[in-house]
């Protein structure tokens, strides 16, 4: 089944999310672009350049890591389920600080290694203190 729902408009305009389906109101004076969900973070796949809108791929981009600038200031990285593109947009003031740390913070509920590693320090290996 296919149906088309044009779910990012002009950043003026509300929109249903399309990755978890709650309306967006639309942007507040003061907000300068919305580009992805307040609420999970998710985006769509339209600009080439921010808020150009000709992007053809239409593909969701879900918000896959937090980067920060030397500034301190926050950056999502959304990564297009459909063609695979990855693209950094900054936050917006009402985006879910509950969404944003746990982004943050999924690395560190996933080390590649053991955390003892850490509080064992560089002992030689099969040395237990
Ligand atoms: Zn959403
Ligand atoms: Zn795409």
């Known amino acids: 089944m296919s149906r088309h729902i044009n779910h990012f408009h002009t950043p003026s305009e509300g929109f249903v999310c399309v990755s978890c389906g709650r309306a ?54 959304h990564r297009c389920t459909q063609c695979g593109v990855m693209k950094s947009n900054r936050i917006a003031g009402d985006d879910d600080e509950g969404a944003l740390l746990a982004l943050a913070l999924r690395p560190l509920s996933t080390l590649p290694f053991p955390v003892e590693a850490i509080t064992r320090g560089r002992t030689a290996a099969g040395v237990e203190s």
């Open 24 to 77: 967006v109101a639309p942007t507040e004076q003061g907000t300068v672009h919305r580009n992805h969900c307040p609420f999970c973070l998710a985006s769509c796949h339209v600009d080439i350049r921010p808020g150009d809108r000709r992007a053809s791929c239409g593909g969701t981009m879900h918000a896959v890591a937090v980067f920060t600038s030397q500034s301190g200031e926050w950056s999502l990285i």
